[in-house]
């Protein structure tokens, strides 16, 4: 019974801890269950029941296991939707579409598992309280998260925080990761206090003066970081944004590669809407992700001329998503065919000003790791795979304006965005203004495209600069440099044919203004300093612990 009573509080911490997070079920509402954001507050109690769970285990094995489930309880309840991504729009088998969910679960639930098994060798060998170090390791793991295997820190807990808008400017200092370490520290703060309740003790003081010294700090900062970028940004010229949602299931997407009338269709869908956007004012008219239906070579000079199927703009700037190819010749005979995901900026007329090449691709979606091996395998499943290049640096892009001079543009397409340490290296490069185009149609209906704002929101903090984000199917929006989602943001529009409300439902325009910003924050400045810091000390208390000393 006490087994069964620990592994019943382990998984029921995961799923509370999950619903903290912008989530979506087309069961019930094809919107966002908790646009408010209310439920964010559970994930400050979510770990009670786990850590509650961990003092029933008697060796470190024991603890792994419950860390384990309830890290394997999080993980489903929040990237469920990644199995409606392979089947739907990657033509997968659902065998193999579960087979892959799980083991990528897997892979995040071990990080869970080794955080609280490591806190529980610290405790138990040393003696010092959770509140001491588990903020810490749980740091550490989430840090590695960040970069194994190429790295998916998805769900990181200080996501949860996003929409709380006092508590994420802790991110312009020390990134997400603060935020995640913060959130245990409450939990291990209440952890100990639900102890001392259950046992009859003493109140515990320190652990909840820590907690709540720390929370009381963190939202008095919050509300004068607020103040103060809000005052900025206030009196910042400000550059006036079109983005245009063009409503295109994926299905229709992929056949628009292989179809001209097709092809013709989806730019129909985005003509009329960038040149009213042109007309409203806007300096900048931004397409999502790959939207151009159409394979560009990466050294095209223009996309002039009435055959590229481009609006007329005569003022406005046009970002446009493209994938390119490029051949090279090999010693053999054959032909080498690479692609890359890239966004142009282009001039009125078409001329192009600069591209830049996304970065960070997805594993198993853009490109195969260990190619050799598992290549030809992949592709007999994953038909519609194609194998892109990443680009081999960082390119800001430069806006020439109206009245002269250039807005330098910062432009993370999709993956990107998800990684911190891509908005840093940014940072370096002196932008006034982030972008987002992306694509989340492979998320379909589900809580992926509301959880993939929340990360882009904490960029925006991160950085302290506004944020444009075109969605080919997601949440287009505008984000202040606080964080905060501008009014207007453009729902999630049809991505799965069985699923949508309105297969009809036309293209949308969202036009708005983004202050043009400089300066950096102290997180761009110094990087993930906190988060190295506290690893270190995690695994300090670690090694004293596995050296079985018992510190005064």
């Known amino acids: 019974m006490n087994r069964l009573r620990s592994a019943f509080l382990a998984i029921s911490g995961g799923l509370l801890m999950a619903l903290s997070l912008p989530q979506c079920f087309p069961l019930i509402s094809l919107r966002e269950i908790d646009p408010a954001g209310h439920l964010e507050l559970l994930a400050w109690v979510a770990l009670v029941p786990v850590l509650l769970a961990l003092d029933g285990a008697t060796r470190r094995l024991g603890a792994m296991a419950l860390g384990l489930l309830a890290g394997l ?70 840090l590695l998260r960040n970069y194994l295997l190429t790295g998916f820190p998805w769900g990181n807990l200080g996501y949860t925080q996003a929409r709380h808008t006092a508590i994420a400017q802790l991110a312009s200092v020390t990134g997400v990761y603060g935020i995640a370490a913060l959130v245990v520290l409450v939990n291990c703060a209440l952890y100990a206090l639900a102890r001392a309740l259950l046992d009859r003790g003493p109140i515990p003081l320190k652990p909840l003066g820590a907690a709540a010294g720390a929370l009381v700090a963190v939202l008095a900062f919050g509300a004068a970081h607020l103040a103060s970028v809000r005052a900025r940004a ?12 063009g409503n295109v299931s994926q299905d229709v997407k992929n056949e628009a590669r292989r179809h001209a009338d097709t092809a013709e269709y989806v730019l129909e869908r985005y003509g ?26 990466p050294d095209l000079a223009s996309f002039a001329g009435p055959r590229a199927g481009l609006p007329p703009l005569a003022r406005a700037h046009l970002l446009l998503g493209a994938l390119t190819y490029a ?6 005979g054959g032909v080498e065919r690479t692609g890359s995901n890239s966004a142009f900026l282009l001039a009125p007329g078409g001329r192009v000003l600069g591209r830049y090449v996304k970065h960070h691709l997805v594993p198993f979606g853009e490109y195969v790791p260990l190619q050799a091996l598992l290549g030809k395998v992949l592709r007999s499943v994953v038909p519609l795979m194609v194998q892109q290049a990443p680009g081999s640096e960082l390119v800001p892009l430069d806006l020439p304006l109206p009245g002269g001079g250039h807005a330098r543009l910062a432009t993370m397409i999709c993956f990107d965005a998800i990684f911190p340490e891509v908005n840093v290296a940014f940072a370096e490069l002196e932008p006034e203004i982030l972008l987002n185009p992306t694509n989340d149609a492979w998320y379909g209906y589900s809580s992926g495209p509301y959880q993939f704002l929340a990360m882009v929101r904490m960029r925006a903090v991160e950085a302290g600069r506004g944020l444009a984000r075109p969605a080919y199917a997601g949440v287009t929006a505008l984000v202040e440099p606080t964080g905060e989602v501008q009014p207007g943001a453009l729902p999630l529009g049809p991505v799965d044919p069985d699923l949508a409300p309105d297969p009809e439902e036309g293209p949308r325009l969202l036009v708005g203004e983004l202050p043009r910003l400089h300066g950096r924050t102290l997180y761009t400045t110094v990087g993930d300093l ?13 090694l004293l612990a596995l050296r079985g000393r018992r510190p005064s």
Do not use: C, D, K
Not at 90 to 104: D, E, F, K, M, R
Not at 272 to 294: D, H, I, K
């Open 272 to 297: 009329p809407l960038s040149l009213a956007a042109e007309r409203q004012g806007a300096v900048l008219v931004a397409w999502p992700e790959a939207t151009y239906p159409y394979m560009v070579r």
């Open 73 to 142: 309880a999080y993980f489903y309840g929040a990237i469920w939707w990644v199995n409606h991504a392979m089947t739907a729009f990657g033509g997968v088998p659902l065998p193999i579409a579960l087979a892959g969910l799980s083991l990528l679960v897997l892979f995040m639930a071990l990080h869970w598992a080794a955080a609280l098994t490591a806190s529980f060798a610290i405790r138990r060998r040393t003696g010092w309280p959770l509140w001491t170090h588990l903020p810490a390791v749980w740091t550490a793991f989430e």
């Open 530 to 542: 906190f988060a190295y810091a506290a690893s270190l000390y995690g695994v300090a208390a670690l």
């Open 234 to 245: 206030s009196v910042a010229p400000r550059l006036r944004i079109g983005l245009v949602q």
């Open 327 to 332: 051949e090279r010749r090999l010693p053999g």
